[in-house]
């Protein structure tokens, strides 16, 4: 079993940044490819951002490339998600996800594990 707690979320204007935690309570998080999704009312659960287990390997939904930075940090068995240039369209729910590694990095039904998710506001 994995828990994930994300943080970091809240209000921002356009163009601000914010930067999203994600802690897993198990050791062996070093060999979990850890992903971030978002879900705003009424719509399917979108993948934002993907890491493998080594941190080497990062993966991005076009939407975000170019604006989205993920990171892991394994001695303290968190992930990050830099955000940056945020748009009005960013706002959702943000859910950091965990499973064994392999690969395919997009589908949320491949994770495992979910956090409870953090709100992202962005404002116009």
């Known amino acids: 079993q994995v828990q994930l707690v994300e943080s970091g979320g809240g209000l921002v204007q356009a163009g601000g940044s914010l930067r999203l935690s994600c802690a897993a309570s198990r050791r062996t998080f070093s060999s979990y490819a850890m992903g971030w999704f978002r879900q705003t009312p009424g719509k399917e659960r979108e993948f934002v951002a993907a890491i493998n287990w080594s941190g080497g390997r990062p993966y991005y939904a076009d939407s975000v490339k170019g604006r989205f930075t993920i990171s892991r940090e394994n001695a303290k068995n968190t992930v990050y998600l830099q955000m940056n240039s945020l748009k009005p369209e960013d706002t959702a729910v943000y859910y950091c996800?965990?499973?064994?590694?392999?690969?395919?990095?997009?589908?949320?039904?491949?994770?495992?594990?979910w956090g409870q998710g953090t709100q992202v506001t962005v404002s116009s």
């Open positions: 996800a965990a499973k064994p590694d392999s690969s395919t990095y997009y589908y949320a039904k491949e994770y495992q594990y």
